[in-house]
C-alpha cells in the first residue's frame, strides 16, 4: 500500500477512527462467515463525504475497498487483505414517511430498528433475516437478504422504493432528488446508455431473459441482479436495482426508501409431522396457496437436535425416521379473519396423514416458544460440535415441485459424506432450504472431503434441479467459484460487463461475488482454536455485537473471543513472539479493562455464552496477588462500607476541586440502619436485602427526593400491607459481586455463604421472605442460595404483589426507563414496563443502550465506557422529567448522561400511590 495513499488517509480520518494494529485489524477482519482475511487498514467512517474522498482516493492509487456494517454475512463478502471500511455510529437516521407506508434508512440502522418505529402504524420492511436484531440495512440491502416471511415479494429488490448511493468514481446519485437524478443523467450519459443498452440487449435475447425470469421466480442472490435488466427500462432504475444484492461490489448505499409492507398483529402458528418427506413436502404446495404468512420446514434430524429445548413436546423424541414437519404461521387485521384462515388452512390439510401436530394457537407464549424451537435449529448443531470445527450453514433453493426430491438428495450427500450431524430447514414456500453441518479445517483430507461433497451440492441444485445456490445469504467468497456454473456462460459474462462498468479500476470488493479462481472457496479458512471450555462454541455470528456496551469504544465479545482464539493459537504454535506479545497486551486494556462483564452477549448469543465469564476468568489470573487483599476487605467489609461513606461526604465537600466528580454522584448515606419495628398485625414482614450501594449511596446532592432507598422502600411497602424489617448484621452483608466481578471468586463464595448464613438466621429459615432492592445483587444470587430461602427482586416483588395493592395516580409527564442489564438477564423487561405504564401516560425506553457500561465501579475507574455505552441516550429522553432504573450504581451514569435524575423504581411507584 503506497505511503502517499497512506497520508492522504491519515488526513481525512481521525486517528481515533484509523486502526492498523494487530488487534484492531485481527478483530474487524472476522466476521460471521468461515473465511478470513486480515486487513491492512481499518478505517470506521461516518459520513458520506468520507467514502466519497475514500473512493477517489483508492482510485487515485488503486487500492481495493471492501464495505462493512455488521459484519453479520455467512458467505465471506465482508473481509478483505487490504482496506476495510466499517460504518461508524453515525448512520443512524430514519424518516418514516406517511403513515409508515415507506421509510427512509440509513445503512447503519438495525433492522428490528427499523421495525421499532413502524410498529405503531401496524407495518415493518419486507426482508426479515433470522439475523435481523443485528444486521444493518447496509447489509440488508446489499445481499438482498430475505427470510421467513419475507419470500421473493417483500425483499429489498421489489420493496426498494430510492436510494441514495456512491459510485466508484466518488459521484453520489440520490433517486429522491430530481436535481440530482439530472446532474447524473448529464454527469454519466454514457454510462447510463451502457446500462440501457445492455438491458435492451438481455430484453431481446428470449432464452436468456427467460432464464433470468426463472432464476428471481425463485430465491436467488447468486450473481449479480440480472433482474434489473429485465424488470426496468430507465437506466437509473436498473442501476438502482443492480446496487440491490451487489455485496458491495458496485458501490457504496447511502441511503433507502422501502415501500413497507403489513404487519397484522393477529397471529396463530401450528407444528404439524408428516410420516413422510414426501407428503410434507406435498402439503407445502397445497399451502402455497393458502392464507399462510410463513411455512418451515424441519427434516428428522433438525427435530432431534431440539428435542430437548423447553416447551418442545415430548412426542418429538418418538418421531419416526422419516418424519418431517412444517411449522405454519397464519396472521390477519383482526381476529375474526384470522379464524377463518385457520378454518381455510385446516381444511386444506384435511386429506393429509399426520403423526403428530400442535394445532394452532394464538397464544403468545405457544406461538413464541414454537419459533423459538424453529430459531434454535442452527445453535443446536453449533453447541454440539467439536472444538475446532465451523459451523456451516448452506442456503439453496429447489423448485417448490421438486423440494421432496431435492431434501431426499441432499440426505443421502450427508450419508455419502459422512455428515451425520448436518440437519435441514427452511423457508418451505419459497423451496428455501437450509442445511447446516459441521466442518473441520484442519488438515489437507478435510478440506478435499468438504470441496467434493460441495462440487456435488453444486451440481445438484444448480444443474440438476435448476435452483438456486444461494437463495438469501448472498454469493460471497463461497459460491463466486461456481457462480458460471449456475448462471451459464452467457449470464456469467454479462456479469462481468457489468463489473466492468460499474467498477472499472476494480477496486470495489475483489474476488466477491465473481472471481476467475476456482479454488477460491477452499482458501483463507478461518481458524477457530480452543481458548477456553467457556466461550469456545462461538460461531462468532455477531448477534453479541448491538447488546455490548464497550462496542463503540474496544472491542464486542465477539471480537473478545476472536483475539483470544488466536492468542491461544500463537501460544500452542510457537511462531509469531512479537505478534503474541502485541496482542496480549493490547487485550489488557481492549479486551479486559473495558468488558462490563455484564452478560447481556448471553441474551443474544444463540449458544448462550457469556463473554463475562471468560473476563472474569482472566482478571482471576490477572489478579491472583490480590487474593489476600480481597479476602480482608471481604472480612471487614461494614468498615469498608463506612469508608466509602466518608470518601462520598468528603467528595461532595470538595467536589469542584476533583475532576471526576460532577453533579449525579451521590451524597453518603448514614440514614441505613437496622430496625426492630414492633410487630404489626396489620402489616406483614418482609426482610429488607439493601445492596451495599444502596447502604452506602444516598441520592444526589441536588435530588428532588432525598431520602434512602431504605426509607422509600419501607414507606412504599407499608401502603401494600408489608412490614420491611433491617435486621442486625445487614452492614456487613454482600452479594458477592464486588469480588466476582474482579476475578476473586473465593472471596465472593465466602460472602456468599456468610449472607446465606445470616439469611437463614433473620428469617426464620426462610419463614419470612427477603426483598432484594437491587437487580444486580438478585442475579449474582440466583440460584446460588439454600432454596429454603424466599428472595424475591425488587422489580418481580414490585410487580406481582404490591402494584395491585395500591391506587395509582399515573403522572401526566414522559418518564425514561432504563431496563439494567441484570433485569433483562432475570426475565423482567416485560414486569418493568408494565410497573411504569402504570405510573405513567408516556414511558420512554431509549433505543439501543441494553447495559449502561458502569458495570459496579467502573463507572468511576474508568468513566469512558460509561460515557461510550451512554453516547445515545440524552437525545432520546429529552421531554422527561425523570427517570427510573432498578440498580444505585447505573442510575450514577445514567443521570449524568441523560441530564435527568434516574432513581430506583420505588421512588416512583410511592410518588404515584
Known amino acids: 500500500m503506497q505511503a502517499q495513499f497512506i497520508q492522504a488517509v491519515k488526513q481525512l480520518i481521525p486517528a481515533e477512527r484509523y486502526f492498523d494494529d494487530p488487534i484492531a485489524t485481527l478483530a474487524y477482519g472476522t466476521d460471521a462467515s468461515f473465511y478470513r482475511l486480515l486487513p ?23 487500492v481495493a475497498l471492501t464495505f462493512r456494517a455488521a459484519g453479520t454475512s455467512l458467505s465471506g463478502q465482508a473481509v478483505t487483505d487490504s482496506v476495510l471500511l466499517v460504518l461508524g455510529e453515525n448512520w443512524q437516521q430514519r424518516e418514516v414517511r406517511g403513515l409508515g407506508e415507506q421509510i427512509r434508512l440509513q445503512p447503519g440502522v438495525i433492522g428490528a430498528a427499523a421495525n421499532s418505529v413502524l410498529t405503531k402504524f401496524q407495518r415493518k420492511i419486507g426482508p426479515d433475516p433470522a439475523s435481523i436484531n443485528s444486521c444493518k440495512i447496509g447489509g440488508i440491502v446489499a445481499n438482498n437478504a430475505s427470510g421467513m416471511c419475507c419470500g421473493t415479494a417483500h425483499n429489498s429488490f421489489n420493496t426498494l422504493s430510492a436510494m441514495r448511493l456512491v459510485l466508484f468514481d466518488g459521484t453520489v446519485l440520490d433517486t429522491e432528488d430530481a436535481q440530482s437524478v439530472a446532474a447524473f443523467r448529464h454527469s454519466h450519459s454514457e454510462l447510463l446508455a451502457e446500462l440501457a443498452e445492455l438491458g435492451a440487449q438481455t430484453r431481446a435475447n428470449s432464452e436468456l431473459s427467460n432464464k433470468i425470469r426463472h432464476k428471481y421466480r425463485l430465491k436467488n442472490t447468486t450473481g449479480f441482479s440480472l433482474n434489473a435488466l429485465t424488470e426496468f427500462t ?14 458491495g461490489c458496485l458501490g457504496f448505499i447511502s441511503a433507502v426508501t422501502y415501500n413497507t409492507v403489513p404487519d397484522y398483529p393477529h397471529r396463530a402458528s401450528s407444528l404439524l409431522v408428516f410420516p413422510s418427506v414426501a407428503s410434507c413436502c406435498r402439503a407445502v404446495t397445497v399451502l402455497k396457496q393458502q392464507p399462510v404468512s410463513a411455512v418451515e420446514l424441519l427434516d428428522r434430524r433438525s427435530l432431534r437436535s431440539v428435542a430437548h429445548k423447553p416447551g418442545m413436546p415430548a412426542w418429538v423424541k418418538g418421531l419416526s425416521d422419516n418424519a418431517c414437519a412444517l411449522l405454519i404461521e397464519s396472521t390477519a387485521i383482526n381476529g375474526t379473519v384470522l379464524q377463518q384462515q385457520l378454518a381455510q388452512i385446516s381444511a386444506s390439510l384435511a386429506g393429509f396423514e399426520l403423526e403428530q401436530q400442535v394445532e394452532f394457537s394464538t397464544d403468545p407464549a405457544v406461538y413464541n416458544q414454537l419459533w423459538a424451537i424453529r430459531k434454535g435449529t442452527f445453535p443446536a448443531v453449533g453447541a454440539v460440535r467439536k472444538t475446532g470445527t465451523t459451523v456451516i450453514i448452506e442456503d ?3 423448485p417448490v415441485a421438486q423440494l421432496a426430491e431435492g431434501v431426499s438428495r441432499l440426505q443421502q450427500l450427508f450419508d455419502k459424506y459422512y455428515y451425520t450431524e448436518a440437519i435441514i430447514f427452511g423457508h418451505a414456500l419459497e423451496g428455501n432450504l437450509h442445511f447446516v453441518f459441521t466442518q473441520s479445517f484442519d488438515d489437507a483430507t478435510q478440506v478435499a472431503r468438504y470441496d467434493a461433497f460441495m462440487q456435488e451440492v453444486a451440481q445438484l441444485v444448480a444443474v440438476e434441479f435448476g435452483g438456486s445456490l444461494k437463495a438469501e445469504h448472498g454469493t460471497g467468497r463461497n459460491m463466486a467459484p461456481f457462480v458460471e456454473l449456475e448462471w451459464g456462460a452467457e449470464a456469467y459474462q454479462l456479469m462481468w460487463r457489468i463489473k466492468a462498468l460499474l467498477d472499472p479500476q476494480h477496486i470495489l470488493n475483489p474476488e466477491v461475488v465473481l472471481s476467475h479462481n476456482p479454488q477460491l472457496h477452499l482458501q483463507n479458512l478461518k481458524p477457530l482454536p480452543a481458548t477456553n471450555p467457556l466461550v469456545d462454541k462461538c460461531i462468532e455470528c455477531g448477534f453479541c455485537e448491538p447488546v455490548c456496551p464497550s462496542r463503540k469504544l474496544t472491542l464486542t465479545p465477539r471480537q473478545r473471543i476472536v483475539t483470544q482464539r488466536e492468542i491461544s493459537r500463537l501460544q500452542r504454535n510457537g511462531d509469531e513472539p512479537q505478534r503474541l506479545a502485541e496482542l496480549n497486551k493490547a487485550y489488557q486494556y481492549a479486551g479486559n479493562d473495558t468488558c462490563a462483564a455484564c452478560g447481556m452477549c448471553s441474551t443474544a448469543c444463540p449458544v448462550g455464552i457469556n463473554t463475562g465469564d471468560l473476563t472474569r476468568q482472566l482478571r482471576a489470573e490477572y489478579n491472583r496477588p490480590w487474593q489476600g487483599l480481597a479476602a480482608f476487605l471481604a472480612r471487614h467489609f461494614s468498615a469498608v462500607a463506612g469508608i466509602s461513606r ?13 475532576p471526576q466528580w460532577h453533579s449525579a454522584m451521590p451524597t453518603a448515606n448514614y440514614s441505613s440502619a437496622a430496625n426492630k419495628p414492633a410487630p404489626d398485625t396489620a402489616l406483614k414482614p418482609l426482610i429488607y436485602l439493601a445492596s451495599c450501594s444502596g447502604r452506602v449511596m444516598a441520592p444526589q446532592a441536588n435530588s428532588k427526593d432525598k431520602r434512602s432507598l431504605q426509607q422509600v422502600s419501607a414507606h412504599l411497602l407499608a401502603k401494600a400491607g408489608y412490614q420491611l424489617i433491617v435486621p442486625e448484621g445487614l452492614g456487613n452483608q454482600c452479594c458477592g459481586m ?3 466481578s474482579k476475578g476473586q471468586f473465593a472471596a465472593a463464595e465466602a460472602k456468599q455463604r456468610e449472607l446465606e448464613q445470616w439469611l437463614l438466621k433473620v428469617s426464620n429459615n426462610g419463614d419470612i421472605a427477603v426483598f432484594s432492592d437491587t437487580s444486580p445483587c438478585s442475579l449474582t444470587l440466583r440460584g446460588k442460595l439454600d432454596p429454603r430461602l424466599r428472595i424475591y427482586d425488587s422489580v418481580d416483588f414490585l410487580h406481582d404483589q404490591v402494584l395491585p395493592k395500591l391506587d395509582i395516580t399515573p403522572l401526566a409527564g414522559p418518564v425514561a426507563l432504563h431496563i439494567t442489564c441484570s433485569a433483562s438477564q432475570l426475565g423482567q423487561a416485560g414486569k418493568l414496563q408494565r410497573l411504569l405504564v402504570a405510573c405513567s401516560n408516556n414511558v420512554v425506553i431509549p433505543e439501543g443502550i441494553s447495559c449502561c457500561g458502569f458495570a459496579g465501579d467502573k463507572g468511576f475507574v474508568l468513566p469512558q465506557l460509561n460515557a461510550s455505552a451512554l453516547s445515545g441516550l440524552q437525545q432520546q429522553v429529552t421531554g422527561c422529567t425523570q ?31
Request: aromatic residues 8%.
Open 40 to 62: 491492512k487498514l481499518v478505517l470506521r467512517i461516518e459520513s458520506e463525504a468520507e467514502v466519497v474522498a475514500l473512493l477517489k482516493l483508492a482510485n487515485e492509487f488503486k
Open 646 to 658: 466518608l470518601g462520598l461526604r468528603l467528595g461532595n465537600v470538595f467536589g469542584k476541586l476533583l
Open 234 to 247: 430507465d437506466p437509473i432504475d436498473i442501476l438502482t436495482h443492480l446496487m440491490v444484492g451487489s455485496e
Open 738 to 740: 464486588p469480588f466476582q
Open 883 to 913: 427517570g427510573v432504573s432498578s440498580s444505585r450504581t447505573c442510575e450514577i451514569g445514567l443521570s449524568r448522561y441523560s441530564g435527568i435524575e434516574y432513581q430506583h423504581l420505588v421512588y416512583l411507584l410511592d410518588q404515584c400511590s
Open 396 to 398: 439453496v433453493t429447489f
